[in-house]
């Protein structure tokens, strides 16, 4: 039943999707831009915004319903059925812990190979969902520390981040696929078009268009997906707050910024956790496209709580 009812919420949402950008697109083609003198009636296409919705969503909610067969794929892992040592009784035990008080599935736990003191919650919905910790994490944090950086990946579980993500992902793909293509047909293809009077688009240039508005647009997008994936580190930080207390949490983020500080030491590196992002220090333009906040401005933020 749960299953079911997860995909009847997934036609619903892609449904009343479809609905708003349908609406959306058709105030905006025949009523706002024409007021401005801008009139694209006769290029606006339905089949267009369909096609953008299937490629948009299409790969966005098949990279979620796979998100944990994918993420087992890349990593060295081991789930945690029956604790044997002390390390993972404080993993599986909280785990467990947690989804007993929130009334959801336990999620899969597992462990990865990995020298950084990382974690990740990933899955279709918050009741089929896992839970990994690398090897890093037990080994450089004390288990207060570990078990407020499970309560902080729960909060992603429970607050059901990993769908809304998809979703916005979804929408920032549709939009960009839609807009370029749209664009491209304007300058490729112009309606009403005469090859006699040399009125006929240029499907060269309209090529060089659509690549550049690609490029731009997933930028544009990335800046979207990035500023809410942030957001939800500060919602996931107090969710863990509220289940351990905040001073474990600010401990956390704490020892692994001292990791972080002493790798790039180490081994001379900008990040040297730019794969997993999961410090966010980074500055100017790059601190926009980073999916996770400063751990100062985190740890800034848990201590106003």
Known sequence: ??????????????????????????????????????????AFSQELLVWSLVIGFGGAFISLLFSKQMARAMLDCVQITQPRTNAEQVIYGSVQEIAERLHITMP?????????????ATGPSKNNAMVAVSTGLLANLREDEVKAVLAHEMG??????????????????????YISNFVYQMVAQPQGGDREEGQSGSPILGFVVYIFLQVVLSVLAMLVVSWHSRRREYAADAFSAKVYGKESMIKALQAIDR????????YSTQDALATMKISGNTSGFMHLLATHPPIEERVAALERL
């Open 259 to 266: 990791w972080v500080n002493r790798a790039q030491f180490e």
């Open 156 to 177: 992603h579980v429970f607050n059901g981040d990993m769908f809304s993500t998809t979703v916005l992902a979804g929408l920032m793909n549709t939009f960009v696929h």
């Open 1 to 42: 039943m749960k299953s079911l009812k997860g995909i009847g919420l997934l036609l619903i949402s892609n449904i009343l999707i479809y609905l708003t950008l349908s609406i959306t697109v058709r105030v905006l083609v025949n009523v706002v831009l024409p007021a401005f003198g801008i009139d694209v009636r006769g």
């Open 108 to 120: 899969e736990v597992w462990v990865y190979e990995s020298p950084d003191p990382n974690a990740f």
